[in-house]
């Protein structure tokens, strides 16, 4: 298998415009998790979901970030308009059968907004 | 809210010797996980252990669980130059999912 999958790795981005991040869990998976890493912050979870529905986007900062899951192997994360604060790196997980076991992440992808 | 609180934040140790780090919590868990990112990586799965164990073994990887003190640690014996990354604790309480730590950095200097 592959592993979690995300696009891209790095994305450099001016302030206001719109950011769109990809992943594809590992094939099976019934969770996917967004998570943001800040070295203020660590790392922070966004959003999860099972099988494609969303059940916790407490963690979404603001409005200016939404998600969506069309089918089981595809997910994305958008943030509209994007500020300088959003510069993280933004993880995608995904894992079997709980939202309480074993994790499997992506690489990642760096975003920068100036 | 950050769960499992790591101890130390950073560690230097010499190749050979072993490397251990603490995670602590605050309230009872269902499961805690260790997890390693190495820079610029994602993060990794090591061990999962559950509150009802105390003592996990994977390679020259030990996790202890000690409930009573809401404590966990992770020893890395015989370490070595590649396991220079970070660690990071993951609590399960209740029917949330995983809340990780901010980490420890360790450093293995050969």
């Known amino acids: 298998d592959a592993g979690v999958i995300q696009s891209p790795r790095h994305e450099v981005t001016e302030m206001g415009q719109e950011v769109t991040l990809r992943c594809k869990p590992i094939?099976?998976?019934?969770?996917l998790f967004w998570y943001r890493q800040t070295m203020m912050r660590g790392l922070e979870l966004l959003i999860y979901?099972?099988?494609?529905?969303?059940?916790?986007d407490s963690g979404m900062p603001e409005d200016r970030f939404s998600a969506k899951m069309p089918n089981a192997s595809f997910s994305t994360l958008k943030i509209q308009p994007s500020e300088p604060r959003d510069s993280a790196v933004y993880f995608c997980?995904?894992?079997?059968?709980?939202?309480?076991?074993?994790?499997?992440f992506g690489p990642g992808t760096r975003l920068l907004v100036l | 809210s950050q769960q499992g609180e790591e101890d130390p934040q950073a560690l230097s140790i010499q190749e050979g010797e072993n490397a251990t780090m603490n995670c602590s919590y605050k309230?009872?868990?269902?499961?805690l996980q260790w997890y390693r990112q190495n820079s610029g990586r994602g993060l990794v799965h090591l061990i999962l252990?559950?509150?009802?164990?105390r003592e996990k073994h994977s390679g020259r990887l030990r996790v202890t669980l000690d409930t009573s003190k809401k404590s966990s640690s992770l020893l890395i014996t015989a370490s070595r130059a590649a396991d220079t990354a970070s660690y990071f604790c993951?609590?399960?309480?209740?029917?949330?999912?995983?809340?990780f730590g901010k980490g420890t950095r360790l450093s293995v200097i050969a």
């Open positions: 252990i559950r509150s009802n164990e």
């Open positions: 979901f099972n099988n494609n529905v969303p059940i916790d």
């Open positions: 993951a609590t399960v309480s209740g029917n949330t999912p995983l809340v």
């Open positions: 309230t009872s868990i269902n499961n």
């Open positions: 997980a995904s894992s079997s059968t709980s939202r309480q076991e074993t994790q499997y």
């Open positions: 094939s099976g998976h019934d969770y």
